[in-house]
């Protein structure tokens, strides 16, 4: 069994050295242990501190490409390179690498494809408590939309077996942590999470640079996760509150035809069959949307598939 420990990094020279040197070498149940980092178009000595460090794989993207682009790079780079299990973790060392045990642990023994490390949210100093409020809100969101009992959805630290890897693909640039969720959620892909313990921050966060645009971010991410995912329930909802009004207006427009006061209420008419109109477009919509997403879960099956044949040919050769 060999598991590989991915760090995705983007300018991470100074928090890099103490990352890498709390990054076991040895974990139960893994003849070995391999170390990867992701350059995502570093402009500092981040590769080179790696190397240094003795770091057994280095993948380079050439220039910035953002964190899940970064994240799907490293996971096709570790499956082939036959990485039976893959660890991600954060390079500003923000995880505590000794949970590494316990992450791979379920995988290991209960069968569990993918496991997200819970953070002490409400115990974690610097977290203020919007902050703290805002993750724990959000990590319910993804659990309604996804089925699943995932704690601390925006973890980056996580363990994950090869057959959910292959099967995994994120569209949102921004991050990776809430689509693999939802993701794993509507394949049937088995997931739990543990508890995990975080060091002190070395640096500010780069992708929360406020509140607000937490809020706006996580948003947006989980409703275009939810069209990709649940496009048919997503569009039917949309088509309700389209409907609704247009249905209130149509029979208003009735009652005082019927009370014979229905001249100068046409406009109501009008409105409420342009209401209706519009929602059974959508509708029609979500319909070819669940069609798209079906043919998009055939495509992550054949994009399995070609992963599993890379891996072989390379075994092979």
């Not at 005082?256 to 959508?282: R, T």
């Amino acid at each position: 069994m060999k598991l590989i420990i991915q760090i995705p990094c983007h300018n991470e020279e100074a928090q890099l050295p103490a990352t890498l040197a709390d990054l076991p070498r040895e974990v139960e149940g893994f003849d070995k242990v391999e170390w990867l980092i992701i350059d995502d178009g570093s402009t500092d000595r981040t590769v080179d501190v790696a190397r240094a460090a003795g770091v057994d794989h280095v993948v380079r993207l050439g220039h910035n490409q953002g964190l899940a682009t970064a994240f799907m790079r490293g996971l096709e780079a570790c499956l082939k390179l036959g990485a039976d299990v893959i660890v991600n973790t954060d390079g500003d060392n923000q995880y505590r690498a000794q949970g590494i045990p316990a992450l791979t642990r379920p995988i290991l023994q209960d069968g569990v494809q993918i496991v997200v490390g819970a953070r002490p949210i409400s115990t974690i100093a610097h977290f203020s408590l919007p902050k703290r409020i805002l993750q724990k809100l959000g990590s319910w969101v993804v659990r309604l939309a996804s089925g699943t009992d995932v704690i601390d959805a925006p973890s980056g630290f996580r363990a994950i077996h090869r057959d959910a890897a292959m099967k995994l693909y994120v569209f949102n640039s921004h991050t990776y942590t809430l689509e693999t969720i939802i993701q794993a959620g509507r394949q049937g892909i088995p997931i739990t999470s543990v508890p995990i313990e975080v060091n002190p921050p070395t640096r500010e966060s780069r992708l929360i640079r406020s509140i607000r645009q937490y809020v706006t971010r996580s948003a947006v991410t989980v409703l275009r996760i939810l069209v990709l995912y649940k496009p048919l329930k997503s569009f039917a909802l949309m088509a309700f509150v389209l409907a609704l009004p247009g249905l209130l207006a149509v029979l208003r427009f009735a009652l005082f035809y019927l009370a014979g006061n229905g001249e100068g209420k046409i406009q109501s008419l009008v409105i409420g069959s342009g209401l209706i109109a519009a929602a059974a477009v959508v509708f029609v919509g979500g319909l070819l949307a669940d069609l798209i997403a079906a043919n998009r879960v055939l495509l992550a099956e054949i994009r399995a598939r070609q992963i599993t044949a890379e891996i072989e040919r390379a075994r092979g050769a």
